[in-house]
């Protein structure tokens, strides 16, 4: 090989591959400190692709989840609320009960009667009150529970109803305890009949709202369940393989180091030219 003093091909060849090296051993480093394979579309694009419309499928469920727990907690306060309605429902049998029997006097029975109105009245206001996140629980309108994965969705409806003393309603039945008082013997009998539909209609309507919390909770399984897998499958494609750079980090620090001494040796190679001319 002819020596020239124009060009100097070992050390072009040696900071090339320098280069090639110190390109390696940054997007090792990279890999590295981020913890992820792809750090750039370059790394992977179509990896990269994938793996952002597994972490929207995620986004999306895990938000899914968190509104299929929000209807179930809505349903848990007018279950807890109508647990309260049975309670008082169970005194006015008791007070209709006693209203009801001939050895009772009227001023006993306008006692009676007084605080059968109070139960009446509370659970009015239970029925426009209760709350959850600040919309009432107690609603004739059907509260849609929406449920995506970012490329699909869908909705679960859950009615709870409305709740007074005037329109306790389960199924067809509807019963009115507003018009019912304890005054009279036969008038606290007529309300004892009113008072025993009514607990079986809050009965069913608790049934109903346990169905819908059993659904809601099904679906929420299924989506932590898609969650887990949707991750594991992200994780696979877009986390880095810590033990591999590792391994990788030492071999491009090795070469990056012989590369600087390559490229000082090629540099310093051309000088020994000058003692042609001693």
Known sequence: ??????????????QNQLSITQTNLQKTLFQLSSGSRINSGADDAAGLAIANGLHANVTALTQSANNASSGIGSLQVADGALSQVTTLLNRAVTLSTEAAT?????????????????IKAEIDRIGSTTTFNGTSVFTASTTSIFLSDAASSSQI???????????????????????????????????????????????GIRGAIGAGINRLQSAVNVINNQTQNLTAAEDTII???????????????????SGISALAQANSAQSSILNLLR
């Open 239 to 257: 986390a880095a393989n810590i033990p591999q750079q590792v391994a990788n980090l030492s071999q491009f620090t090795i070469l990056n180091q």
């Open 102 to 118: 001939g050895t009772v006097s009227s001023a006993q029975r306008g006692a009676l009667d007084a605080e059968f109105v109070q």
């Open 157 to 203: 409806g859950v009615t709870v109803g409305t709740l007074a003393s005037s329109a306790v309603t389960s199924g067809a039945t509807t019963t009115n305890l507003s018009t019912d008082d304890l005054t009279t013997a036969v008038k606290a009998q007529s309300a004892l009949t009113d008072i025993a539909t009514s607990i079986a209609s809050i009965a």
């Open 1 to 14: 090989m002819a020596i020239s003093i124009l060009n100097n091909i070992a050390s072009l060849t040696a």
